[in-house]
C-alpha cells in the first residue's frame, strides 16, 4: 500500500509563498500519479492540481501554484505563490496508480491520500 504524509502548511500573510512536500512510500513513485486537494471547514474537497507527465490547474490558482516531483526522492512539491485568504484550507496529498482525468478533477475513485497539512492565509 502507497501511504503519503505531507508537511509545509504554516500561517502566512496574503501575498506570501510556501510549499508543500509530500512524501510516499510503498510503491515505485515515479510510476503514480500524483495531486493535491484542498478543504477549508465546513466546505467540499476540491481539486488543486495533478502531475502524470502534464500538470492541470485548477482555475482559481493557475498562475499561482505549481506542482512539481523529484522521483528520486518519492516527493512531490505544491509551490504556492501570492496567497489569499481564500487559499485557507487543510491541504491533502493524493496518489493513484494511474492517470484518470476526471478522477482527479471529482476527487472521487483516488486510491491513496495523506491526512493533509493546514494552510492558514491571513489578511
Known amino acids: 500500500q502507497v501511504q503519503l504524509v505531507e508537511s509545509g502548511g504554516g500561517l502566512v500573510q496574503a501575498g506570501d509563498s510556501l510549499t508543500l512536500s509530500c512524501a510516499a512510500s510503498?510503491?515505485?513513485?515515479?510510476?503514480?500519479?500524483m495531486g493535491w486537494f484542498r478543504q477549508a471547514p465546513g466546505k467540499e474537497r476540491e481539486f488543486v492540481a495533478t502531475?502524470?507527465?502534464?500538470?492541470y490547474y485548477t482555475d482559481s490558482v493557475k498562475g499561482r501554484f505549481t506542482i512539481s516531483r523529484d522521483n528520486a526522492k518519492n516527493t512531490v512539491y505544491l509551490q504556492m505563490n501570492s496567497l489569499k485568504p481564500e487559499d485557507t484550507a487543510v491541504y491533502h496529498c493524493a496518489a493513484d496508480s494511474q492517470f484518470i482525468y476526471r478522477n482527479f478533477m471529482t476527487g472521487n475513485g483516488i486510491d491513496y491520500w495523506g491526512k493533509g497539512t493546514l494552510v492558514t492565509v491571513s489578511s
Open positions: 502531475i502524470s507527465g502534464r500538470t
Open positions: 510503498g510503491r515505485p513513485f515515479s510510476s503514480y500519479a
